[in-house]
């Protein structure tokens, strides 16, 4: 039975010891977090996780740790494909899949990896679809790495129409298109959730079911709010809607090592090394701790008064 996915689904970092490996307890310390926040879902072995960087035993390691830590309180989706030919990427998915996670998801850029064109992306999509375990939900991402791949109406039409998807991570980061897939998927399992800050308060307006981007791995307590108590008080939520845009600018700035400076002032964990990031990020983004500090205090701003109703 496909499982749905949608409301609030961070993004996952994945700590590391200063020996370069996993940090697990971090890991479980960060699950916990995220669910304390209000996650509805978790996305683990995704491009913010530096699934691209990690080895194979070690996507599977953690999709299946993030799993057990979840407890079934809320579901794990992960990827976790990043080769190029369709065999090492169902062997990649299929290994992802023994592990139990509750949805995998799909990248569209490993689809028609070689930019073919024409049926090649629903002949790739196919080619798996019949390879991979019938009953486990599946998703898809419009990862940026190694280049952003979107899909066409007509390939998300089939998605959607197969009953396999529960959920697209939208990253056209384009309004107008939000709503298109949004009209164009009604009536379909298929749920569109936008990664795009600068639209997300519109965006979930217009139907979007949720949202992905990778400033959950800051505030998803506030993004939670927008989504599903904005209408009691839509002028704050309007506010609210700018400030988290505003913030999310940060991005560029080292991300996701800027995410682990950010755990690590919340005891999260001790360990800030990213295998994507291997510079200083306070040495090359001047004031960046000055800007950390203001991001926090917004979000403790907007925390109170939305406490206060």
């Not at 996670?101 to 679809?129: C, H, P, Q, S, Y």
């Not at 056209?172 to 800050?197: F, G, H, M, Q, Y």
């Not at 701790?289 to 406490?307: C, N, P, Q, S």
Request: proline share 4%; aromatic share 8%; with cysteine.
């Amino acid at each position: 039975m496909l499982k749905k996915i949608e409301g609030i689904v961070p993004v996952m970092i994945t700590p590391f010891t200063e020996s370069g490996k996993i940090d697990y307890p971090g890991v479980a310390r960060l699950v916990e977090w995220y669910i304390a926040n209000g996650s509805d879902a978790l996305f683990a072995v995704c491009q913010s996780s530096e699934m691209q960087f990690l080895s194979l035993e070690e996507r599977v390691e953690l999709a299946a740790f993030v799993k057990t830590a979840a407890a079934g309180r809320v579901p794990v989706i992960a990827s976790g494909h990043v080769s190029e030919s369709l065999e090492d990427q169902c062997a990649e998915l299929s290994a992802i899949a023994a592990t139990g996670v509750d949805g995998m998801v799909l990248v569209t850029n490993r689809l028609d990896a070689k930019k073919e064109g024409g049926t090649k992306f629903i002949d790739d999509l196919n080619w798996l679809l019949e390879r991979l375990p019938k009953d486990l939900t599946l998703g898809l991402y419009e990862c940026p790495a190694p280049y952003r791949r979107l899909l066409t109406d007509d390939e998300l039409l089939f998605c959607a129409s197969s009953g396999r998807f529960a959920i697209l991570k939208d990253v056209s980061c384009d309004l107008e298109t939000v709503k298109r897939r949004v009209a164009l998927t009604k009536d379909t399992p298929l749920a569109i959730v936008n990664a795009n800050a600068a639209i997300a308060y519109d965006a979930m307006k217009a139907g979007s079911r949720g949202f992905t981007g990778v400033f959950t791995n800051f505030h998803p307590d506030l993004y939670k709010w927008m989504l599903t108590k904005s209408a009691s008080n839509p002028a704050l939520a309007d506010e609210l809607s700018v400030y988290l845009a505003l913030s999310a600018m940060a991005e560029p700035m080292g991300y996701p090592k800027l995410a682990k400076l950010y755990h690590q002032r919340l005891g999260t964990f001790s360990c800030a090394d990213s295998r994507v990031i291997n510079f200083d990020i306070r040495e090359r983004f001047w004031a960046l701790d000055a800007l950390m500090d203001k991001i926090v205090e917004g979000t403790e701003h907007f925390r109170r008064r939305i406490a206060a109703g």
